[in-house]
């Protein structure tokens, strides 16, 4: 009884390990074309972004230092002083804000690009995944041993037409 219970176990366990199987989407992102007009278009937005900071960065140091020479001017009341700082933290937060914004913009517009590519790309894994009777597919950077049988990158870069 044992030995049945043992070698069930043995071929079930064969059975499950041959329904997995891997694939090097990393490899298969950078034969795509798609993914190197996205970049181009990505660094473009980037650099466009980064002349607005600039901008920005340069307008708010003319104003810290219009508002720095008001401050150290003769005359100012403690009051005014106090209002100036206020203005400078205010103009801090404003530029601190809009980098942020500037972040947000850049990391929403990268996944507008990379969205539907990461798609195409699963639909493929899938559908080879399918036809090759694959119930599982892991990235091959989580793999440590497997056949090449299990590997279909190849494959998927034949349905891709990569």
Do not use: C, H
């Amino acid at each position: 009884m044992k030995k049945l219970l043992l070698l069930v176990a043995f071929v079930a366990s064969s059975f499950s390990f041959a329904q997995t199987g891997y694939v090097d989407a990393e490899f298969l992102l950078s034969k795509m074309p798609e993914v190197s007009a996205a970049e181009t278009q990505l660094k473009n937005y980037t650099s466009n972004l980064q002349a607005d900071i600039t901008k920005a960065e340069t307008n708010a140091n003319a104003r810290f230092q219009a508002l720095q020479q008001e401050a150290q001017s003769e005359g100012v009341t403690e009051e005014r002083r106090q209002e100036i700082i206020k203005m400078a933290q205010q103009l801090e937060g404003s530029l601190n804000t809009e980098k942020q914004g500037a972040e947000l913009k850049l990391a929403t517009r990268r996944n507008e690009l990379m969205q539907p590519i990461y798609d195409k790309l699963n639909a493929a894994i899938e559908k080879v995944a399918k036809a090759k009777g694959f119930k599982i597919i892991v990235s091959v950077s989580s793999v440590l041993f497997a056949e090449d049988s299990a590997n279909i990158t190849e494959a998927v870069k034949t349905e891709m037409g990569l």
